[in-house]
């Protein structure tokens, strides 16, 4: 391995290819308080949440993960998109589990992304033990940021917490039972008792600008963040400048990210920054201070109220825009500018439901997924995807009888290069909110009630956002558009933890059929390799 890194070092050099940044995580249990009582949590180097990747577009990042975890390891790198190469992806669809007591050593590129981002253990519902952390990527210096350089940078990893262990949670699921309602709210790994004896998490200089990277890396609740007198700044979304709006506060979906600008122009004393869950029966509340340098006074007790119903939530959708101007690096190389212009070739429309009868699951268009012991991905590059699974089993229109729900892999296949629109349709009461691998998508349009082709009328054709998140309120739709042009195997999956594990996710195939090196990275040396295909003789590489 090491011979292995000198090589793509001494290549990188000669070739003048992108730097290289390197991490080693020592990922084990360890006990943590984040609401105040013990409990075993999943630290990486020693920290909850763990120590976030800094790097600059195009970086090559490298990461030898150590599992002392006595269960497999998977991480994944939400909004990373993984250009030619979802074997570093860290889905179990993907990629084969790091043996508990072994390391493996992910290596990717951050290829034209800028932005929030964050990581976080893919499998085993690791999630509600923590495991995740912050991953900023900075614009290389020629390109220009629409907005100047802030004082200092925060990460706000906010999200819903239970108090009990992820074994416990899982055991719930594995049984058919809901994991039911969190305990708390918790940001970057606690929340603030409010008696005075709180320190404070962020500090401010009166007159400077900070920036705020949020992110809602919980489990299943929609959180609204908002700070005591301090209206934020919208800079960047999920890996898009947008037109900076200020916002009293932002309603953050799970698995959404936000960078703000925040000002310190208020009488110096502290102030609190308030998560508060959204859309559900119960309230739920974690609060952070931020204090000025020269702050005397400690945070006023009344925190400002979350705004009501989704209505709202919606029209805060709708303000987020794309700043067509502002230079950065395009997430999508093909039509960027005019996702509009382009002929849609297929529609996807997918509706999510639940079946309580034979224990809890959740499918899209009536399957339930479930996971492989050999990788999709895997399979598919050995061949023998046919013993594993079996391609779109579902169809691209919803079946009639939704609660007839089939357990199986759940895997469609798409045309390398087509442009898709994907209808995402809820019938449901809860809110739903959805994480595409592998690419950004423009985020056209959500409404209440049913989609019908008319509604195409409605879409936001020229500035809407490329991200990788999008909700879908209850009874109500969302549509998303792409080119298919990234060759893989990319989850589509329900970024609510409960809903996912029990089946609410499907992976897309897409396969350039020139097996090209141009379009897709051959299976790295290094590949963990399991199930069937653990002792098979190595395909062929794709030609250059
Ligand atoms: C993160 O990266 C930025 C830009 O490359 C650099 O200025 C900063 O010092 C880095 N911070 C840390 C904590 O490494
Ligand atoms: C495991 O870690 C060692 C020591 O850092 C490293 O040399 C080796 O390449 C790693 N193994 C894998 C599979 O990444
Ligand atoms: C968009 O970006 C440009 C160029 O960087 C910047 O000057 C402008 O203020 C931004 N527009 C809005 C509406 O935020
Ligand atoms: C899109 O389809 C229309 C009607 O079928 C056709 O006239 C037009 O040339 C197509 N546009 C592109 C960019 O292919
Ligand atoms: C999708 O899978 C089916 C069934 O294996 C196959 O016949 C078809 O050619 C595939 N399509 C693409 C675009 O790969």
Same mark, same amino acid.
């Given at each position: 391995m090491l011979m292995l890194m000198l090589c793509m070092l001494g290549a990188a050099s000669v070739r003048g290819e992108d730097p290289y940044v390197y991490y080693t995580w020592d990922v084990s249990y360890g006990t943590i308080a984040p609401l105040g009582v013990p409990q075993q949590g999943i630290l990486i180097n020693g920290q909850f949440p763990g120590p976030e990747i800094n790097c600059t577009s195009n970086n090559n990042i490298v990461v030898n993960v150590f599992n002392n975890l006595d269960e497999p390891l998977l991480m994944t790198w939400h909004g990373i998109q993984q250009r030619k190469n979802s074997w570093q992806e860290g889905t179990p669809g993907t990629t084969c589990p790091i043996a508990p007591g072994t390391n493996y050593t992910y290596h990717f590129q951050v290829k034209d992304q800028i932005g929030s981002f964050f990581y976080y253990p893919s499998i085993g519902l690791h999630r509600a033990a923590g495991g995740f952390g912050g991953l900023r990527i900075f614009s290389r210096l020629l390109i220009p940021v629409p907005y100047p350089d802030p004082e200092a940078e925060y990460w706000v990893l906010m999200g819903d917490w239970y108090s009990k262990s992820h074994t416990i949670l899982r055991k719930f699921l594995d049984s058919g039972r809901s994991i039911g309602r969190p305990n708390g709210v918790i940001i970057n790994g606690k929340t603030a008792k409010g008696d005075g004896s709180d320190e404070p998490s962020y500090t401010m200089i009166p007159g400077k600008t900070y920036k705020y990277r949020i992110c809602n890396v919980g489990l299943k609740d929609a959180l609204n963040i908002r700070i005591q007198g301090h209206p934020m700044k919208l800079v960047?979304?999920?890996?898009?400048?947008?037109?900076?709006?200020?916002?009293?506060?932002?309603?953050?979906?799970?698995?959404?990210?936000?960078?703000?600008?925040?000002?310190?122009?208020?009488?110096?004393?502290?102030?609190?920054?308030?998560?508060?869950?959204?859309?559900?029966?119960?309230?739920?509340?974690?609060? $952070?201070?931020?204090?000025?340098?020269?702050?005397?006074?400690?945070?006023?007790?009344?925190?400002?109220?979350?705004?009501?119903?989704?209505?709202?939530?919606?029209?805060?959708?709708?303000?987020? !825009?794309?700043?067509?101007?502002?230079?950065? $690096?395009?997430?999508?190389?093909?039509?960027?500018?005019?996702?509009?212009?382009?002929?849609?070739?297929?529609?996807i429309k997918l509706t999510n439901s639940v079946n309580r009868l034979q224990g809890l699951r959740y499918a899209l268009n009536g399957v339930s997924h479930v996971d492989t012991e050999t990788p999709l991905k895997l399979a598919e590059y050995y061949g023998v995807a046919d013993q594993v699974f079996k391609y779109n089993i579902i169809s691209d229109?919803?079946?009639?009888?939704?609660?007839?729900?089939?357990?199986?892999?759940?895997?469609?296949?798409?045309?390398?290069?087509?442009?898709?629109?994907?209808?995402?349709?809820?019938?449901?009461?809860?809110?739903?909110?959805?994480?595409?691998?592998?690419?950004?998508?423009?985020?056209?349009?959500?409404?209440?009630? !049913?989609?019908?082709?008319?509604? !195409?009328?409605?879409?936001?054709?020229?500035?809407?956002?490329?991200?990788?998140?999008?909700?879908?309120?209850?009874?109500?739709?969302?549509?998303?558009?792409?080119?298919?042009?990234?060759?893989?195997?990319?989850?589509?999956?329900?970024?609510?933890?409960?809903?996912?594990?029990?089946?609410?996710?499907?992976?897309?195939?897409?396969?350039?059929?020139?097996?090209?090196?141009?379009?897709?990275?051959?299976?790295?040396?290094?590949?963990?390799?399991?199930?069937?295909?653990?002792?098979?003789?190595?395909?062929?590489?794709?030609?250059?």
């Open positions: 960047e979304l999920e890996g898009s400048h947008v037109v900076q709006n200020v916002y009293d506060s932002l309603d953050v979906h799970v698995g959404q990210c936000f960078t703000v600008l925040v000002t310190a122009d208020q009488q110096p004393k502290d102030y609190y920054m308030v998560a508060s869950t959204r859309f559900t029966r119960y309230t739920l509340t974690g609060k $952070a201070i931020i204090r000025y340098t020269n702050g005397v006074g400690p945070a006023s007790p009344e925190l400002p109220p979350a705004p009501q119903g989704w209505a709202w939530s919606l029209n805060q959708f709708r303000s987020f !825009r794309w700043n067509l101007t502002a230079s950065a $690096a395009r997430p999508n190389p093909q039509g960027s500018y005019h996702y509009g212009q382009i002929n849609i070739t297929r529609t229109e919803p079946p009639v009888d939704l609660k007839a729900i089939v357990n199986a892999p759940n895997v469609i296949n798409a045309t390398y290069r087509d442009y898709i629109e994907i209808i995402f349709e809820n019938h449901g009461k809860t809110v739903q909110s959805y994480n595409l691998d592998g690419y950004s998508f423009f985020a056209v349009a959500i409404e209440p009630g !049913r989609w019908t082709p008319e509604k !195409r009328k409605n879409y936001n054709l020229l500035d809407a956002v490329s991200r990788h998140t999008i909700q879908v309120f209850p009874k109500s739709w969302a549509a998303i558009m792409l080119t298919f042009d990234n060759a893989g195997m990319w989850n589509l999956r329900s970024e609510h933890a409960e809903n996912r594990y029990l089946g609410q996710q499907l992976y897309i195939s897409v396969l350039s059929p020139e097996r090209s090196l141009r379009d897709e990275y051959s299976l790295p040396d290094t590949q963990l390799l399991c199930g069937i295909v653990k002792d098979l003789p190595k395909p062929e590489p794709y030609h250059m």
